[in-house]
């Protein structure tokens, strides 16, 4: 069972453009929603997080947009560059709880130039 | 912010053979690391959950005696792959969950992976 579905699985975006990441979970006991950022043959780094007290958040180019009744959560990527070139996951964890990050199946996104 | 160190980066075994991974934590205490296992174009698999001074708890269907986790610090945890064979061939990432001074939370921080190749 999925807990956490991520959409859509790659992107192409034009440099400038605006990169939307979805992702979906089911479960309510998750309180805390993190965006890694992986290169190839790196591991993921943590590029932005929310808590479902806040409805959205924001650090520089990146936004998390959060809809807690509907229980989804978005990425989105303004003024997009190819140096965004990357796979994005979403993930979710309840804190406290077993502590174990649930990931989405991951987005591959890329920028042209 | 928190770092965690993650060697080798990359390591050729031949079949049959054990490789051991580490993973550190340089600037924060660990009592709790994750072994991960990724497999091209593929999401993060959650293979262990790494305790400090106790046992690792083990995912379904990871076989805990082909894959040796030992969190013997709060700044160290090891992954051994015992008796390689070329299916266990993957990038293997670690991760720690950091908390800093006043409650700072730092979330969670991964290596930079390890790229094995079995042959």
């Known amino acids: 069972q999925q807990q956490v579905k991520q959409s859509p699985q790659s992107l192409i975006v034009q440099k400038g453009g605006i990169s939307i990441i979805n992702c979906a979970y089911e479960?309510?006991?998750?309180?805390?929603f993190p965006w890694y950022q992986q290169f190839p043959g790196k591991g993921p780094a943590l590029l932005i997080a929310i808590r479902p007290d806040v409805s959205e958040k924001k650090e520089g180019r990146f936004t998390i947009s959060f809809n807690k009744s509907a229980k989804q959560f978005s990425l989105h990527i303004m003024d997009s560059q190819p140096g965004d070139s990357a796979t994005y996951f979403c993930?979710?964890?309840?804190?406290?709880?077993?502590?174990?990050?649930?990931f989405g199946k991951g987005t591959k996104l890329t920028v042209n130039p | 912010g928190a770092v965690v160190s993650q060697h080798p980066s990359r390591v050729i075994c031949k079949s049959g053979t054990s490789v051991k991974i580490e993973c550190r934590s340089l600037?924060?205490?660990?009592?709790?690391m994750f072994w991960y296992r990724q497999f091209p174009k593929q999401s993060l698999m959650l293979m262990a959950t790494?305790?400090?001074?106790?046992?690792?708890?083990?995912e379904q269907g990871v076989e805990k005696d082909k894959f040796l986790i030992n969190h013997a610090s709060l700044t160290l945890s090891t992954l051994t792959v015992t008796s390689a064979h070329p299916e266990d061939s993957s990038f293997y990432i670690c991760?720690?969950?950091?908390?800093?001074?006043?409650?700072?939370?730092?979330?969670?921080?991964f290596g930079s992976g390890t790229r094995l190749t079995v042959v």
């Open positions: 479960n309510t006991a998750f309180d805390y």
């Open positions: 993930a979710a964890v309840t804190q406290g709880g077993s502590e174990k990050l649930v």
């Open positions: 600037d924060f205490q660990a009592t709790t």
């Open positions: 790494s305790n400090e001074g106790s046992k690792a708890t083990y």
């Open positions: 991760s720690a969950r950091a908390t800093g001074t006043g409650g700072a939370y730092y979330g969670y921080t």
